[in-house]
């Protein structure tokens, strides 16, 4: 499936009955899950999120835009966000199975219907916009509404579709297709924007112009990607800087939040904490979380929802309000509970859900979770070794034992529930009808498929429980010896896991038709399974050398 995120912004962000109007709009739409909206009062204008297939979220987003201009009137708009129109700028992001060149056309049609069916004045931008002179949001936006009156009427502003004739009452509309971009403000314990303004010139990309021997010239800021502006924000009587990261591989959130905590210092200023607009990836948090762990020496092997956690705490972005990860991450927002169902249970619904009539859980997915419990033991450890006390110099070795384990954690719990869904796909293939020649083929075929990632996913625990057990042994020999027993145990929950596993492998390929396919996949497995083995002997032996030892 091809998926496209929409992020249009409406310059309405006080009247909460028109923002809904516009949102109803899209949620009238099949197939687009609208993920968030976040209106600005200061800014008296609202972010909204969604996704969906690139046809859908096209539709709705030609609704929405059509519903902002009936009930905006940009005559009478205020706000200290720049904007020229009712729906000032609508983005398309590519998200899933989808090339920039494809969301750029897409972004086009959009245009296209926009300027000729509503007769809004539109222009293209970013990798929409063919003319690179014009593809700068900023460039075209530069004068806003109050002075697109004229700048229309020049030749070079031409819109790309629709009248070159400004409407009062709407405005103009900028469409266009972009990376995913992060827009963040930074608050600061001033009120001044002139001071807020110094802080935005000295980290934004483009920089400021200063006279150097009486000629201006330009002094770039020390952030590369980003776009920053001061502004007072009476809602919440403080000034911001008001920031997009337009690429947060090269200048991350965590990155400009200290630059910014910099230069504000250096300026008699202090940051008190920041606000994300819109939405943000689940790694832009972890990798945050994970550079201020770094920043106290401390290990970053921890869970995700400690490193998210350490994040927000660490840049304030709970100071204004709650920030709730499961609404303000998009991997969260895009995912189906189903696909986590086992792994969400407490402790004892999983028991009973395992021990019911029911077939399912069984012994792969009970294979996975025992893996799972073994490489967080080994994990414990790598954690406890890191902040050992007099074992300081160390810390950073036993961090990345902890992320490592980490990493197999994440991937063994997803397998959990993926072993559950293979058997289900099964017994769905099995449900299929079979009265005729066709009907036949068809079910043969889905029982076959879904045979084979029966066969994948127990594999994968396989796998990934042996490749655990590196860390185990490390833990065992290296880490804190008062917690030896403990990374023993993960040892025997690894090889137990990769036995249980292995089982499945095993029976599964006996209703796999592909012969080759299944003989090379158990030979693999043996050649894991008695290495895991001859490990575990390995492991246990050093461990009871220890005991005796005492």
């Not at 609202?46 to 609704?63: K, L, Q, S």
């Not at 001071?195 to 000629?215: H, L, P, Q, S, W």
Request: aromatic share 6%; charged share 25%; glycine share 8%.
């Amino acid at each position: 499936m091809q998926l496209i995120e929409c992020v249009p912004n409406f310059s309405e962000g006080n009247d909460l009955n028109i923002i809904k109007q516009i949102t109803n709009e899209i949620e009238k739409v099949d197939g687009v899950r609208l993920l968030n909206v976040d209106p600005g009062k200061a800014t008296n204008r609202t972010v909204v999120t969604m996704v969906g297939e690139p046809g859908n979220v096209i539709e709705a987003a030609f609704r929405a835009i059509k519903k902002a201009g009936e009930l905006i009137d940009m005559s009478k708009h205020k706000g200290e966000h720049p904007r020229m129109g009712a729906t000032d700028v609508c983005p398309l992001i590519p998200i899933a199975n989808i090339s920039m060149q494809e969301t750029a056309g897409y972004a086009q049609q959009l245009a296209k219907r926009v300027g000729e069916e509503l007769a809004i004045p539109v222009y293209l931008y970013e990798a929409a916009q063919p003319d690179k002179s014009r593809s700068n949001l900023s460039v075209i936006r530069a004068g806003e509404y109050e002075g697109f009156f004229k700048k229309i009427k020049e030749p070079q502003w031409k819109p790309d579709f629709g009248p070159a004739e400004f409407d009062a009452k709407r405005g103009a509309t900028v469409i266009g297709a972009r990376d995913f971009l992060v827009a963040y403000n930074v608050n600061l314990n001033t009120t001044s924007t002139r001071r807020a303004n110094a802080i935005a010139f000295d980290v934004r990309e483009a920089g400021r112009n200063v006279e150097i021997d009486g000629k201006k010239v330009n002094q770039p800021g020390t952030l590369k990607c980003v776009k920053a502006i001061g502004w007072f924000i009476e809602e919440y009587g403080v000034a911001q800087i008001s920031m997009n990261l337009t690429n947060i591989n090269t200048t991350p959130v965590h990155v400009a939040f200290d630059e910014v905590c910099r230069s504000a210092t250096s300026r008699g200023i202090r940051v008190t904490g920041s606000e994300l607009v819109g939405l943000i990836p689940l790694k832009a948090m972890t990798d945050a979380g994970k550079y201020f762990l770094r920043k106290q020496k401390r290990s970053t092997g921890v869970s995700e929802k400690e490193l998210i956690k350490i994040a927000i705490k660490s840049m304030g972005l709970d100071e204004l309000g709650p920030f709730n990860p499961q609404e303000r991450i998009i991997e969260y927002m895009l995912a189906n509970p189903a696909d986590s169902r086992l792994i969400n249970m407490n402790l004892t619904d999983f028991a009973n859900e395992t021990a019911s009539e029911s077939p399912a859980p069984g012994g792969g997915s009970i294979s996975a979770y025992v893996a799972t419990l073994g490489i967080s033991l080994g994990t414990m450890v790598a954690n406890l070794s890191s902040h050992k006390k007099g074992w300081d110099e160390r810390w950073e070795e036993f961090s990345n034992y902890a992320e490592q384990g980490e990493a197999y954690k994440a991937e063994l719990l997803r397998l959990v529930d993926a072993d559950t869904a293979a058997f289900q796909k099964i017994m769905q293939a099995f449900a299929l009808p079979k009265a005729t020649a066709e009907d036949k083929a068809i079910r043969t075929q889905a029982i076959q498929s879904a045979t084979r990632y029966a066969i994948e996913i127990p594999f994968a625990v396989m796998e990934t429980a042996y490749k655990s057990m590196q860390v185990i042994k490390a833990m065992v020999i290296q880490g804190n010896p008062n917690s030896i027993t403990d990374a023993g145990v993960g040892a025997l929950c690894a090889r137990s896991a990769v036995i249980g596993a292995f089982m499945n492998v095993r029976i599964n390929s006996a209703g796999y038709n592909d012969k080759n396919f299944t003989a090379d996949l158990i030979a693999r497995g043996t050649t894991i399974q008695n290495n895991a083995i001859a490990l575990e002997a390995e492991i246990i032996k050093y461990i009871d050398e220890k005991i005796a030892a005492q």
